[in-house]
Nanobody
Framework: QLQLVESGGGLVQPGGSLRLSCAAS????????VGWFRQAPGKDREGVSC????????NYADSVKGRFTISRDNARNTVYLQMNSLKPEDTAIYYC??????????????????WGQGTQVTVSS
């Protein structure tokens, strides 16, 4: 079974940057689309960004467009989320998830097959 581990979270000031990593083990990540999701305290989990297996297509939630960039290195079995110009409202636990079949749609979390444990991102001065 594919295992995913997120890393790179932490405390950052508004306007700062972080890069999250989602590393796969046991099996290669290259056949899977990968999405990043987040859940803020008291809120539902929401989709942030997604990338196809080849990396050729990406999509983003409107709230992060122009600030976040998703990428992948299949040789390293890792997907990244570069987060710039961070805002307090970006504070959340960030999860990565892998999708075996079908299009990568942020509004269809239930279709993702494997999930990591999450990494905390806190944006505060």
């Amino acid at each position: 079974q594919l295992q995913l581990v997120e890393s790179g979270g932490g405390l950052v000031q508004p306007g700062g940057s972080l890069r999250l990593s989602c590393a796969a083990s046991r099996f290669g990540l290259d056949p899977y689309a990968v999405g990043w999701f987040r859940q803020a305290p008291g809120k539902d989990r929401e989709g942030v960004s997604c990338i196809t297996p080849s990396g050729g297509t990406t999509n983003y939630a409107d709230s992060v467009k122009g600030r976040f960039t998703i990428s992948r290195d299949n040789a390293r079995n890792t997907v990244y989320l570069q987060m710039n110009s961070l805002k307090p409202e970006d504070t959340a636990i960030y999860y990565c998830a892998a999708l075996a079949f079908g299009p990568c749609k942020l509004g269809q979390q239930e279709r993702f097959d494997y999930w990591g444990q999450g990494t905390q991102v806190t944006v505060s001065s």
